[in-house]
């Protein structure tokens, strides 16, 4: 099993100065350890349900371009993308040159986005949940559209280019990983089997991820699409990895019976320590499976 550190606070330590060493550390140790991805959150205010909306968050897509420098290995993801903070064509440059300049380790990952008081503070549009998930499906098409030979016009219900022109091309072949994250039964579970080389579930409970695995079997099928083509990924989000590693290696057992090939952790601590307590007493447990 693969894992990821998905690094969702800036938080810790509190003062400013100290966020981009501490980032550095973090990604070096999570490296040196063996993770096989790093991960941020796209938002612009921290969540609410987390913390206060006023913590310190920074912009997903330059955070990963700072941590390319810094690493060789790693895949770098934004988990995930909201559809609504750039425009299709500007996103698909966007991950073309995180992919040129770390060596084709970027990913693709997106979704509807939900966070609307961010949006509307800084004056996103917010649009109906349908508009966003038709927006999501065209802004997947225009990607694969830059990254393909095809550079000519593309016209949608939401969004017209004149050309689709992505020069350099992405080093990763054919085109750097699509992640879909979500597990809405019926439009984000259809999209993955659409679109997707991967998928994001939240490991709320392994009953959970096996009903939505079951959901994208069917879409799959109806789609024509190769099940087994995805790569199945998930976001344990139980704060329990450093606690209970009993636990959490019973869950990842039974999750990667189910076909989750990469587990996502979030440090709950101060995220240099959390990443080096992890190397040491978690990560080659996991890895095992």
Known sequence: MDLGLHYWNFSTPAEPALIAPTLARTARIAEQAGFAQFSVMDHYFQMEYTAAHDEPMLEGYTTLGYVAALTERMR???????????????????????????????????????????????????????????????????????????????????YELAETVCVPAPLSRPHPPILIGGGGEKKTLLLVARYADACNLFASSVEDVARKLEVLRGHCAAEGRDYDAIRKTALYVAPIALTDPDQVLRDAEQLAGLGISQLDFMPDREPVAYATEFAERLLPRLAAL
């Open 76 to 158: 770098l993801g934004v988990l995930v993308t909201g559809v609504m903070y750039r425009y299709p064509g500007l996103l698909a440059k966007i991950v073309t040159t995180l992919d040129v300049l770390s060596g084709g380790r970027a990913e693709l990952g997106i979704g509807a986005s939900w966070y609307e008081r961010e949006q509307r503070a800084l004056g996103v549009p917010v649009v109906p949940v349908g508009e966003r998930f038709e927006r999501l499906e065209e802004t997947l098409r225009i990607c694969l559209q830059m990254w393909g030979p095809d550079n000519g016009p593309f016209k949608g219900e939401h």
